[in-house]
């Protein structure tokens, strides 16, 4: 459990850091000033989302042999941290959007749901579960990794990002796929 919990919470987190749901957990968190149906919103759209991606990889890999499976996985992952380097942006309008009928978690559910759409860490859950082959312990390490990378900015607000300096963030989101991609390419 801990060998997939682990590397899938980590690689998730490294991916959050500057991501643009991080930077949509900034906005709703300006904008509503309501943090637990924030919270309650990303973790139902991230298990949601992550499930069914961790499935997908999961299911993809049922199809593969292992030798194309482990090339596939290799190139995914270094592609990943290839694309770890080039810098997110969310559009600033987003960030005034009205509540509207759906309410503060509403809201927050259907962005977050919308934005993990091909995003990086939706695709790096694909992988996960592609890797790992376990759709359940790699979704509860993936939302437990976008958990651990949105809530402080929800709290913390402006100030993560001042703090945080974003290369230096996604560099080291880069490394760590990086050495999923030798890791994998390896057999381990």
Same mark, same amino acid.
């Given at each position: 459990? &801990?060998?997939?919990?682990?590397?899938? /919470?980590?690689?998730?987190?490294?991916?959050?850091?500057? =991501?643009?749901?991080?930077? &949509? !957990?900034?906005? &709703?968190?300006?904008?509503?000033?309501?943090? #637990?149906?924030?919270?309650?919103?990303?973790?139902?759209?991230?298990?949601l989302?992550?499930?069914?991606?961790?499935?997908?990889?999961?299911?993809?890999?049922?199809?593969l042999?292992?030798? #194309?499976? $482990?090339? #596939?996985?290799?190139?995914?992952? !270094?592609?990943?941290?290839?694309?770890?380097?080039?810098?997110?942006?969310i =559009?600033?309008?987003?960030? =005034?959007?009205?509540? @509207?009928?759906?309410?503060?978690? @509403?809201?927050?559910? #259907?962005?977050?749901?919308?934005?993990?759409?091909?995003?990086? /860490?939706?695709?790096?859950?694909?992988?996960?579960?592609?890797?790992?082959?376990?759709?359940?312990?790699?979704?509860?390490?993936?939302?437990?990794?976008? &958990?651990?990378?949105?809530?402080?900015?929800?709290?913390?607000?402006?100030?993560?990002?001042?703090?945080?300096?974003?290369?230096?963030? $996604?560099?080291?989101?880069?490394?760590?796929?990086?050495?999923?991609?030798?890791?994998?390419?390896?057999?381990?």
């Open positions: 459990m &801990l060998e997939i919990l682990s590397p899938s /919470t980590f690689a998730v987190v490294a991916a959050e850091i500057g =991501d643009k749901t991080q930077l &949509l !957990a900034l906005c &709703l968190a300006a904008r509503f000033h309501r943090p #637990v149906p924030i919270i309650l919103g990303i973790l139902a759209a991230t298990v989302n992550h499930g069914l991606a961790s499935l997908l990889g999961a299911s993809i890999a049922e199809w042999t292992p030798n #194309v499976l $482990r090339w #596939v996985l290799t190139a995914s992952f !270094a592609a990943m941290a290839v694309w770890m380097l080039i810098p997110d942006e =559009d600033e309008a987003s960030c =005034d959007r009205t509540v @509207g009928r759906f309410g503060v978690f @509403g809201t927050t559910f #259907v962005l977050f749901f919308l934005a993990e759409m091909g995003d990086k /860490t939706q695709l790096a859950t694909v992988a996960l579960g592609a890797h790992f082959q376990d759709a359940f312990w790699v979704t509860v390490g993936t939302t437990l990794g976008m &958990l651990i990378a949105d809530v402080p900015a929800i709290f913390i607000g402006n100030k993560l990002s001042e703090k945080l300096k974003p290369a230096v963030m $996604r560099r080291i989101a880069a490394v760590v796929f990086a050495a999923f991609a030798v890791l994998t390419y390896l057999g381990m």
